[in-house]
């Protein structure tokens, strides 16, 4: 196999990681703060391990789950598809939540990604509407109680209950993103080779979970009560219901960035007209810089699909 793919493979196992990843379990990680990394590692890692495996048995050693079905396997040596990963774990290192199914998968198929935004607009649009209306109609009373007793020790149910949906999250996350890691791969992998990757992973997620996120992690922790075991419970089951309807609906790959930002601004802006906690303008400031550096990402990306080919 190509060098270049191989390095490739392992750039973007990490950077992706490293932004995606922790956004999924960046409210995980937020209220078990207090828990050895170890703990943490071993039941993500878990978890990563059958999703992998299982996905690569049932699409015959198709890990990306169908999602690479129309991106066209790489057969060129050549270094420019190490350049994306690479610029994905700059901008990572700064906070910046980029996109990386634009910045990876557009540069091996720049066809596909007027598809790929249309779907994560429209990700984001859903998941600004289902953040905003659940947290301001449904659970208003249930987030007002426990911004008021923050300072109380949850209910001991609270735990299985996250360790469940962050579960849940993880999964439907990883089968939607394992395609911006394995596009650098053949499509029918080989065992040894499928092996190996997972190894690669397993250390990759250790690393990030001991840094406890990282840069990244702000994006997170700069919300309301995502620290809180009850609040991060709430989320990540509603991002993994979001992910997993998006995910029925077609084989095109997605920003779950997008989805990801789309959610914490609706649930911020009903936030603060439920508790008044902070003025309108200091929410309006957070989600504008989050969407900020999300278009930032996607101006990036599209600027890499259409000048690196060229290169």
Same mark, same amino acid.
């Given at each position: 196999m190509?060098?270049f793919?191989?390095l490739?493979?392992?750039?973007?196992?990490?950077?992706?990681?490293?932004n995606?990843?922790?956004q999924?379990l960046g409210t995980?990680?937020?209220s078990?703060?207090?828990?050895?990394w170890?703990?943490?590692?071993?039941?993500?890692?878990?978890?990563?391990?059958?999703?992998l495996?299982?996905?690569?048995?049932?699409h015959?050693?198709?890990v990306?789950y169908? &999602?690479?079905?129309?991106?066209?396997?790489?057969?060129? &040596?050549?270094?420019?598809y190490c350049?994306?990963p690479?610029i994905?774990?700059f901008i990572? &290192?700064?906070?910046v939540?980029v996109?990386?199914t634009?910045?990876i998968?557009?540069?091996?198929?720049?066809?596909?990604?007027?598809? +790929?935004?249309m779907?994560?607009?429209?990700?984001?649009?859903?998941a600004?509407?289902?953040?905003?209306?659940?947290?301001?109609?449904?659970?208003?009373?249930?987030?007002?109680?426990? %911004?008021?007793?923050a300072?109380?020790?949850?209910?001991?149910?609270w735990i299985?209950l996250?360790?469940c949906?962050?579960?849940?999250?993880?999964?439907?996350w990883?089968?939607?993103?394992?395609?911006?890691v %394995?596009?650098?791969? $053949?499509?029918?992998?080989?065992?040894?080779?499928?092996?190996?990757?997972?190894?690669? +992973?397993?250390?990759?997620?250790?690393?990030?979970?001991?840094a406890?996120?990282?840069?990244?992690?702000?994006?997170?922790?700069?919300?309301?009560g995502?620290?809180d075991?009850?609040?991060?419970?709430?989320?990540d089951?509603?991002?993994a219901?979001?992910?997993l309807?998006?995910k029925?609906?077609?084989?095109? $790959?997605?920003?779950?960035?997008?989805v990801f930002i789309?959610?914490?601004?609706?649930?911020?802006?009903?936030?603060? +007209?439920?508790?008044?906690h902070?003025?309108?303008?200091e929410?309006?400031?957070?989600?504008?810089?989050?969407?900020?550096?999300?278009f930032?990402?996607l101006a990036?990306?599209?600027?890499?699909?259409?000048?690196?080919?060229e290169?």
């Amino acid at each position: 196999m190509d060098i270049f793919l191989i390095l490739g493979f392992g750039l973007a196992a990490y950077s992706v990681i490293a932004n995606d990843a922790i956004q999924t379990l960046g409210t995980f990680l937020s209220s078990n703060s207090k828990r050895p990394w170890p703990v943490l590692w071993a039941y993500i890692g878990g978890l990563l391990t059958c999703v992998l495996v299982y996905g690569w048995w049932r699409h015959s050693g198709d890990v990306s789950y169908g &999602r690479l079905a129309t991106i066209p396997v790489a057969t060129e &040596r050549t270094w420019i598809y190490c350049v994306p990963p690479l610029i994905l774990l700059f901008i990572t &290192r700064l906070g910046v939540p980029v996109s990386t199914t634009f910045l990876i998968l557009t540069v091996f198929a720049q066809k596909a990604l007027p598809d +790929m935004l249309m779907k994560s607009i429209l990700g984001y649009a859903v998941a600004f509407i289902v953040g905003f209306l659940v947290y301001r109609f449904v659970a208003s009373s249930v987030e007002k109680h426990i %911004f008021e007793s923050a300072d109380r020790a949850s209910a001991s149910y609270w735990i299985p209950l996250q360790w469940c949906s962050t579960g849940l999250l993880w999964s439907q996350w990883l089968i939607q993103d394992l395609a911006n890691v %394995f596009v650098y791969l $053949p499509r029918e992998l080989p065992a040894v080779a499928m092996t190996l990757a997972l190894v690669g +992973m397993l250390g990759t997620l250790a690393v990030t979970i001991a840094a406890r996120g990282g840069a990244i992690q702000k994006i997170v922790t700069s919300k309301t009560g995502t620290g809180d075991i009850r609040s991060a419970t709430i989320v990540d089951f509603l991002y993994a219901l979001i992910l997993l309807v998006f995910k029925e609906a077609s084989n095109v $790959p997605m920003s779950t960035t997008w989805v990801f930002i789309g959610l914490l601004a609706g649930r911020e802006i009903a936030l603060t +007209m439920i508790l008044c906690h902070r003025t309108g303008k200091e929410t309006q400031a957070i989600v504008a810089r989050d969407v900020f550096k999300a278009f930032s990402g996607l101006a990036v990306s599209v600027l890499l699909a259409y000048i690196i080919p060229e290169l």
